[in-house]
Every structure is written in structure tokens, then in C-alpha cells.
């Protein structure tokens, strides 16, 4: 399996390099084996987040939500009840209403980003179609919950691999863009629209076991792609920057990054002194005791906190997926 694997990474530089017509040094070639490596490993570790996302999508949907006539919100929803109504494939029904929505990501996104969501739903389909998942349970609190728990996983493990499986980020992100709108708006007021023909077309409580299915799949989406272990950034403006640092490594165990700035409460005619400004990154658990390090140094230090989606290098704490 190695060999083969080298095999393609030679075959791809000798691409490269005859594309460009260039003749390949021995630096050039050891340089360009080391970006075909990272390439490849990327696009490994991608697809098996955006397969296992597909299993875990179809398993929601097959284990709980379709033999229980449940739905849930954005596209998936959508197809759901158009399936329910017209006895149309489902499988069928994903691919064609999402298809709208990747040639949309083709356009204002990226091509890669559109040809990894068309490949992960069109898996998504042939999954729910063919593999014969079991129905796990029939009481309707535990559908709604555990449905929305594993679509949801299925979501983020599919973002985290670089696609979606479900269009309606890709006309979030769209229509953020032209309005004042955020994401999360537009992607509230499509599953309140979802969800009132639900209620119309079905019966309220099929509509409101809808909900509780949405906000457990948002939630577990949330929780993959971001993690439980979200990450902070902190700015400490202090005159005792030096232990600040020190306590950061030494107590926490963490980096930290100082850059220069100046004091800005002055008044005209005053010089502005200087200061040292400490920056570092520790996740929310972690906050507290950064807290007690700091107040044990200068309790009158101004600190700033906001939160970093994710982070890669350094010193910080590996997460896990």
C-alpha cells in the first residue's frame, strides 16, 4: 500500500513539472514530494470524515427518522416531506433539491468545495437507498432526539471534511452576503418556513417533533465542528507582562505571543509609554485558571476575551476530534 501510494505522488510531480515544462532539481523534487505528501494525507483524512459523516447521516435517517414519518429542517426536511407526499425515492429527491444549491457553491464558493458536497450527496443517497439500517426504536422522544443527534454528527463530520451534505449553509452564506442578514438568520427563518408547512400539511405535533429534531442535530453540529472545548482568545495589557508570560508556560503550560503597543490614556502634549502586550490561546476549561494566575500577578490587569473557532500549531492544546 506504501509503494502504491509513492507511486502516485512520483506520477503527480512528473505531471507537475512536464505541465510547466520544467526541469526537475534534486531540491525542486524533494520540495515538491513534501507538498504532494501533506496533499494526499489531507484528502485521506477529508474523506474519511465526509464517509463516516455520510454512515452516520444515513443511519439517523434510516434507524430513526423515516420509518416514524419524522422530518427535520433545511433540505433533508425538505425532501422528507416531498417524499412523504408524492412517494418519491427520497435518495432521488436529495440529489435534485440540492443540486440547485452546489451549483450556487460553484460559483460564489469554490469548485472543490462544490465537487466534495456533490460526491458526499450523492454517497448520502446511495446510502439511504441500499444499506439496510434497522429501525432502533418507535418512541417518538428518543427519534426525535437521537435522529437529530446522528444527522447532526453526520453534518459536522461532513463540514469538518471540507462539504455539506444539506444545501441550506450554501444559501445562507450566499444571502448573508448581498443582506444584513447572518448565517444562523437565514438558516432560522428556512426552518421556520419548514416547519409551519410541516404543521400545515401534517399535525403540530409532527411539526414540533420536527423542532426538538433540528435543535439536537444543530447542537451535535455545533459541538463537532467547533468542539465542547471551544477555544479563547486573550489579550492582557499589564505592567507585569513578564510574569504574566512566565505564569502562562510555566503554570499553564501554554504559549504566548508578546507584541508592542502603547499605553493610549494620555492627554495632549503627554508621550504615550510603551508597553509590552501579552496574547495567548487556551480553551474555555482553561479560562478560569488563567484567571487565577493573572489576578495572583496584577489584579488590575485589562484583559480581553473572544472566541476562536479553532486553532492549529503552537502550544496550544491538542484537540481531539
Not at 455539506?164 to 444559501?171: A, M, N, P
Not at 472545548?229 to 499553564?252: P, Q
Not at 509609554?273 to 474555555?284: G, K
Amino acid at each position: 500500500m506504501k509503494q502504491i501510494f509513492q507511486n502516485i505522488i512520483l506520477e503527480t510531480i512528473k505531471r507537475r513539472f512536464k505541465k510547466n515544462k520544467q526541469k526537475l532539481s534534486l531540491k525542486q523534487c524533494k520540495k515538491e514530494i513534501v507538498k504532494v505528501k501533506v496533499e494526499f494525507t489531507h484528502i485521506i483524512y477529508d474523506s474519511l470524515l465526509i464517509i463516516l459523516g455520510v454512515l452516520s447521516a444515513s443511519f439517523g435517517l434510516k434507524g430513526f427518522l423515516l420509518p416514524n414519518l419524522f422530518i427535520d429542517g433545511g433540505v433533508t426536511g425538505i425532501s422528507l416531506i416531498i417524499a412523504e407526499l408524492s412517494g418519491l425515492s427520497l435518495s432521488l429527491l436529495l440529489v435534485a433539491i440540492n443540486l440547485p444549491f452546489l451549483i450556487l457553491a460553484f460559483y460564489t464558493i469554490s469548485k472543490q468545495f462544490a465537487f466534495r458536497s456533490i460526491i458526499a450527496i450523492i454517497l448520502l443517497a446511495a446510502s439511504v437507498h441500499f444499506i439496510p439500517f434497522p429501525i432502533v426504536t418507535n418512541d417518538k422522544l428518543l427519534i426525535a432526539v437521537f435522529g437529530g443527534f446522528f444527522l447532526g454528527l453526520g453534518i459536522g463530520l461532513a463540514i469538518r471534511g471540507g462539504s455539506v451534505i444539506d444545501g441550506t449553509e450554501v444559501l445562507a452564506v450566499f444571502i448573508s452576503r448581498k443582506t444584513a442578514l447572518t448565517i444562523g438568520d437565514v438558516i432560522l427563518l428556512f426552518n421556520i418556513l419548514i416547519f409551519g408547512f410541516a404543521a400545515y400539511i401534517f399535525t403540530i405535533e409532527i411539526s414540533l417533533y420536527a423542532m426538538l429534531t433540528y435543535w439536537a442535530a444543530s447542537r451535535t453540529v455545533n459541538f463537532v465542528v467547533s468542539g465542547i472545548e471551544e477555544y479563547v482568545g486573550v489579550t492582557i495589557i499589564s505592567d507585569k507582562n513578564e510574569e504574566i508570560r512566565l505564569a502562562i508556560i510555566e503554570k499553564l503550560g501554554r504559549g504566548c505571543t508578546l507584541y508592542s503597543g502603547k499605553k493610549g490614556y494620555a492627554k495632549k502634549g503627554e508621550t504615550l509609554m510603551p508597553i509590552e502586550i501579552v496574547y495567548t490561546l487556551v480553551t474555555r476549561l482553561e479560562l478560569a485558571k488563567l484567571h487565577t494566575e493573572i489576578d495572583k500577578i496584577d489584579k488590575d490587569a485589562f484583559i480581553v476575551m473572544h472566541s476562536v473557532k479553532d486553532a492549529k500549531g503552537g502550544m496550544i492544546k491538542k484537540r481531539s476530534l
